[in-house]
DNA sequence: GCGACAG
DNA sequence: ATCTTGTCGC
């Protein structure tokens, strides 16, 4: 398990080298070990603020009661770039891993897993330099083609890279824009979309995910960061 | 050159 | 991602 510490100082070419070099450890199969509990993971932050408030909420599965939950305060300067994400968030992520006192069997995070241009999107990232089990859950579309799944409840549609299926585009909600979901590492896409199906529980976001990002907005509005405004003109 | 572009 | 009121549709 390495330290993700250092990405403050990579430059964009230094990250991308990094994910040529981690996207070779990646293994998409099935986990067969049982699943008794889940967490779900966030990052909260003001526009233009170098704080990043993470976030972990532990469930156990299938009831999805919480039963544990961790945080973290951390500093960046690493930019939101597409495709680069893991680098600015994974870092404070990792502090809030480590202040987990016991760890999930699973983890969800709120991005792409291998629906990336390398296959490391941030679930994919995370769960390398972790080892745990991961499923990359985002609200909107990185990588792969894609059909529009039936306006039905659970209707899917895989997510294809020419002839290699990255994910599946799931209709967690009628009405509402589909979620993409996408393995991380160490769990097949079955599996993942299974898992997602079962945490969906009447909202378009998966709970764990949902209840992650509760907690980070409340950890950032109660840290006095809720409302900075754009720096004035004149102060 | 033009459009796309996780959070 | 965050800010922010009303408004359209089921």
């Known amino acids: 398990m390495e330290d993700p510490s250092g ?18 450890q990646i293994s998409i199969k099935e986990l067969t070990s049982p699943i008794r509990t889940i967490a779900g993971a966030d990052v909260s932050f003001n526009k233009n603020s170098e704080v990043l408030y993470a976030g972990i ?20 300067t690493f930019p939101y770039i597409s495709g680069l994400l893991a680098f600015r968030e ?20 709120d991005g792409q897993g291998i629906a990336h241009e390398r296959r490391m999107g941030i679930a994919t990232h995370f769960g390398l330099i972790t080892t745990i ?16 799944p039936a306006d039905k409840p659970f209707a899917e549609s895989p997510m294809y890279h020419n002839n290699e299926q990255v994910g599946v585009a799931l209709r967690s909600k009628v009405r509402c824009n589909p979620i993409y979901i996408s393995p991380g590492h160490n769990i097949s896409i079955r599996q993942s979309v299974d898992v997602i199906r079962n945490c969906i ?6 709970e764990p995910t949902r209840q992650a990002h509760f907690l980070v907005n409340k950890i950032r509005i109660e840290h006095g960061d809720g409302t900075a405004k754009q720096p004035g003109l004149f102060d």
């Open 133 to 148: 089990p991961t499923i990359g859950s985002a609200k909107s579309r990185l990588y792969g083609n894609f059909n529009e």
């Open 201 to 206: 529980r009447g909202y378009r976001i998966p």
């Open 57 to 76: 909420v532990v469930f156990t599965y299938p009831e999805l009661k919480i039963i544990s939950t961790a945080t973290a305060i951390a500093h960046t």
């Open 7 to 24: 990405y403050e100082h990579f430059t964009p070419a230094d990250a991308i080298a990094h994910q040529q070099e981690l996207r070779k």
């Open 90 to 109: 994974v870092p404070a992520l990792f502090n809030a891993w480590n202040n987990l006192v016991i760890k999930p069997d699973l983890l969800v995070l």
